[in-house]
């Protein structure tokens, strides 16, 4: 059981300051319980790219001793990690747990003085919205562009030729109509995918990013839009598309009429005007060239790039979510990648620190998170596929990703695949990322999941673990697809067809995650990590809570009482049930549920 070893975590409960200045001291503690039997510990860090030792001191505790570490905040990216001996032997205490061997620094706990993630990001449940589909106000039916295939909302979602151009209709003041929706759920944000013209319905193929589509509504739909999500206290990102613009976009029109143009050096022909590098060899989304100063300035860099207009007034987004940002900026032998964050990032900080950039990345993100660019990524890596893998459908599984790899798992790899994630990242950029089972780009997790029981645990894990949680529109009310295509119909607004006990567990789920301080910004530790049954423990100062989920029958998790610090243990949401003994705490928990006990 992890709780008999020593803890450490970069949290607020355990780091006075998880988000250090440059320059600052800050004080890190480990708890080492006596069942550790540590009679030293070293913390190691690095200082100008050479190893640094900073010895402790030791205060008892009624369950072991806590180490205190007075660490230097000197670079940009702060690593540390523990050397812990005993008589007659030692191992290290790092970001991925305890390893026997010498580590590399790749899996250290690590701090970033560039400033973390907004406090508000982790305490915001997320709600996604893909415009054409949610909602229509009926106003703006009148600027249908001609390639478009006009749809009545109950029409069925068009295959191919037409899965890119049928069009519904949805618009940000039918958002506007329908935010008592989201309020009642306990929402606290919204996430807008593309709202710029474009040739499709989906938008990612913008033709210009001076204006917001007049089929949406145009420019004041969205200030009304602003203003209505301030009137209810939610908070308002958007998607932007930095890797490419859309083949009607009028820089490339600009472009591939002349190739002496400045808007020619935006992109990259190998034969001009008609060969051209493009997104996966899509031809109507040609790949931008991030080596172009002028593209830069005009996309990104500064208060009067399109990064920046639209997050200052009147719009006054939130953030945004960068598409595909594992690509931007990379081509062949050229990688532009980290100048683009980073500078995309000085704009949003310059008009205000307050502001959440989040990058679309379904793979290893550790590399593109280190505290001067992303605050996180859509952690597809570390939620989304660990958990698919745990309680998901075979035959969907397959459908997530192309190629192999997304195969079932148990209990144990799943948490390994967790905490190699988890340890790759600054802490700031794990809090800063969006956890999600689904999105406009997955099947549903109602038809991903095995079971509608194994559906539940999957949302209590996204809702307890650490990063900023977010749902697809529909989700809540049951809605079910195979694929993502069939995932994008429209919302239907007649509640006789809602599943209004399925809706009732999400909004209880999330009220619970809402409003809970350990959920937002507690540390993580491991209490269970078995085939079938998985527990945590997340912690702030102020609440503890214990998370257990399991996916078929598993035995009674039995906690030492004098380990699991608690006098007292409550039910705040599942099935389980607990027995507080003299010795020990027994939770059980009827296969399959997820189970949140507070622990005080």
Request: proline share 6%; net charge negative.
């Amino acid at each position: 059981m992890t709780l008999r070893r020593a803890h450490h975590d970069p949290s607020e409960r355990w780091v006075s300051n998880p988000s250090p200045d440059p320059g600052e001291t800050v004080t890190v503690t480990v708890d080492v319980p006596d069942d550790a039997a540590l009679d030293r510990l070293v913390l190691r860090t690095m200082h100008d790219g050479e190893a640094a030792w900073i010895d402790g001191a030791a205060v008892r505790t009624t369950t072991g001793h806590r180490w205190s570490f007075d660490l230097p905040c000197h670079n940009a990216v702060v690593n540390y990690r523990f050397w812990c001996g005993w008589r007659g032997g030692a191992t290290w205490l790092t970001g991925r747990g305890f390893v026997d061997h010498d580590p590399l620094d790749h899996h250290d706990f690590r701090l970033v003085t560039t400033g973390g993630t907004p406090r508000w990001v982790p305490e915001t449940v997320w709600y996604q919205i893909f415009p054409d589909r949610f909602a229509t106000s009926g106003q703006h039916r009148h600027a249908i562009p001609g390639w478009a295939l006009p749809s009545q909302w109950d029409d069925p979602v068009a295959g191919r030729p037409h899965r890119m151009t049928q069009l519904y209709g949805g618009d940000l003041d039918g958002v506007v109509e329908r935010l008592d929706h989201l309020v009642d759920l306990g929402i606290g944000g919204i996430y807008l995918t593309p709202v710029f013209p474009a040739h499709s319905n989906h938008r990612y193929d913008a033709a210009t990013f001076d204006r917001i589509d007049p089929v949406l509504g145009g420019d004041d739909a969205l200030v009304r839009l602003r203003r209505a999500c301030d009137r209810a206290g939610l908070r308002l990102i958007s998607d932007l598309t930095l890797n490419h613009t859309g083949s009607h976009h009028e820089w490339f029109a600009a472009a591939r009429a002349d190739a002496t143009s400045e808007e020619a050096g935006f992109y990259t022909f190998r034969r001009h005007p008609d060969d051209y590098e493009s997104w996966l060899g899509v031809r109507s989304l040609p790949k931008l060239d991030h080596a172009s100063s002028e593209l830069q300035q005009r996309l990104y860099d500064g208060p009067d790039s399109v990064v920046g207009r639209y997050l200052r007034a009147p719009f006054a987004l939130d953030g945004w979510r960068i598409d595909v940002a594992n690509m931007t900026g990379r081509h062949g032998v050229h990688d532009h990648n980290a100048r683009v964050r980073s500078v995309t990032r000085r704009t949003s900080d310059a008009i205000s620190a307050d502001r959440w950039l989040v990058a679309e990345h379904w793979f290893d993100a550790s590399l593109d998170v280190m505290g001067d660019g992303w605050h996180g990524v859509m952690n597809y890596a570390g939620v989304t596929r660990p958990v698919l893998s745990w309680l998901g459908s075979p035959s969907v599984l397959a459908s997530m990703m192309p190629g192999p790899g997304q195969d079932p798992r148990d209990g144990v790899a799943v948490a390994a695949a967790m905490d190699d994630v988890r340890a790759a990242m600054p802490w700031q950029s794990v809090l800063g990322s969006m956890a999600l089972l689904g999105s406009h780009d997955t099947a549903r997790w109602r038809s991903i999941a095995r079971s509608d029981d194994l559906a539940i645990v999957g949302l209590g894990l996204m809702l307890s673990l650490p990063g900023s949680p977010s749902i697809f529109y529909g989700d809540e009310i049951g809605l079910t697809a195979p694929d993502n295509e069939r995932s994008r119909r429209p919302m239907p607004w007649d509640r006789t067809t809602w599943d209004t006990a399925w809706l009732d567990t999400y909004r209880r789920w999330i009220r619970l995650r809402a409003g809970s301080p350990a959920l937002a910004h507690g540390g993580f530790r491991w209490v269970e990590r078995s085939p079938d049954a998985l527990a945590f423990v997340r912690e702030t100062h102020d609440e503890r809570l214990l998370v257990r989920a399991t996916r078929s029958s598993a035995e009674p998790l039995i906690v030492p009482r004098r380990l699991l610090a608690a006098t007292d243990v409550d039910l705040l949401i599942g099935d389980g049930t607990v027995a507080v003994g003299a010795d020990a705490v027994t939770f059980d928990s009827p296969a399959p549920t997820c189970s949140v006990w507070r622990l005080t």
